[in-house]
């Protein structure tokens, strides 16, 4: 009776895994049909996902939106938001919203405590197996958004160097903020369309610009935001300051490139020194359960288990703190 139950339990889990993973499809196709409504969802996206500054102006677009869509997307969009993961979803590109994530997640986790409650020997092992898989897709984000990054800070040169040139040819910022929105790929199009979007709202560019490093946190392009704001206030050559921004920032992605090419041994040999403990438990618990159970069974095993924790949190932090360079 009680492997009916889990067999019921664990069928369920995975029906409405893939019944999300079915809706996610069928987003990702509607919105492809109908460029208007993903244009409206992704500028309100962007609002949650940054817009803390300007809010007034942000919320009284986003009701007037909210009144012209569908009832779906009202409840949607008027239910209280996880900025953080707005910014991840952004970034992400995936055509999924917030609930959406978090029935997946929440299935995923199911589907692992169950499947794990069926082979391991323990509830409690099962239990972590289920987190485990519970912030699977949270970690993915988090590997999507860190690539992100990266691939804003390459871009981040060249646009510099499209706004010093469109500048020069007499555009205001705006407009040249624009021609990066248009002429340039992802990231960094997206992230400039928003900002020039966003001063077309009514925002002033200093609100669109922080707005812009909230969603986008690295430091050069707060050293643009900064510089920009500055010449605007004091006058000056804004295209030779943006040069010499450009200048600055590659020559920071060369240092750093070399700096990772130098200490990849050693973060490759830390990653092998953290994972070996781990990966050797997991192995004689699967192997040889009766060994392995003593940890939990006998007083010595006790301190010997939160002793070796304790110890591969230490020697996780040395090691970091080792092969990371500050730059």
């Not at 492809?32 to 992704?42: A, I, L, N």
């Not at 409840?75 to 209280?80: D, K, Q």
């Not at 992100?148 to 040819?169: G, H, I, K, N, V």
């Not at 369309?193 to 986008?216: F, I, Q, S």
Request: proline share 2%; with cysteine.
């Amino acid at each position: 009776m009680e492997q009916d139950l889990l067999t019921i339990l664990l069928l369920t889990a995975i029906f409405i895994f893939v019944v999300a993973i079915i809706e996610g499809v069928y987003l990702a196709w509607t919105e492809s049909r109908f460029r208007e409504k993903r244009t409206v969802k992704k500028r309100l996206l962007y609002i949650s996902a940054g817009g803390k500054h300007g809010e007034e102006k942000l919320d009284r677009y986003r009701k007037a939106i909210l009144n012209d869509v569908g009832a779906f997307e009202r409840f949607v969009f008027s239910m209280p938001r996880l900025s953080n993961l707005d910014a991840l979803l952004l970034k992400s590109q995936l055509p999924i919203n917030v609930t959406l994530f978090f029935i997946i997640s929440l299935a995923l986790g199911v589907i692992g405590f169950l499947v794990s409650f069926r082979f391991m020997p323990q509830i409690a092992a099962a239990i972590v197996a289920g987190l485990i898989f519970m912030i699977l897709p949270y970690l993915f984000l988090k590997l999507i958004e860190r690539k992100y990054y990266t691939d804003f800070s390459d871009q981040l040169p060249e646009a510099l160097d499209l706004l010093a040139r469109a500048m020069r040819t007499g555009h205001s910022l705006t407009a040249a903020m624009e021609m990066v929105g248009t002429e340039l790929t992802d990231p960094i199009s997206s992230e400039f369309a928003a900002t020039v979007d966003e001063v077309n709202l009514g925002l002033t560019l200093k609100e669109a610009l922080d707005n812009l490093c909230e969603r986008v946190p690295l430091t050069d392009l707060r050293f643009f935001s900064i510089a920009v704001l500055v010449q605007r206030e004091t006058g000056g050559n804004v295209a030779e300051i943006l040069d010499n921004i450009s200048k600055l920032i590659r020559e920071r992605i060369k240092f750093k490139r070399h700096v990772q090419a130098l200490t990849a041994e050693g973060r490759y040999s830390a990653g092998v020194l953290i994972a070996l403990p781990i990966l050797t438990f997991c192995y004689i618990y699967f192997t040889n359960y009766k060994y392995i159970s003593l940890l939990w069974t006998e007083e010595m095993g006790h301190y010997m288990l939160i002793g070796a924790v304790v110890l591969q949190v230490i020697g996780t932090y040395a090691i970091k703190r080792i092969v990371t360079i500050e730059i």
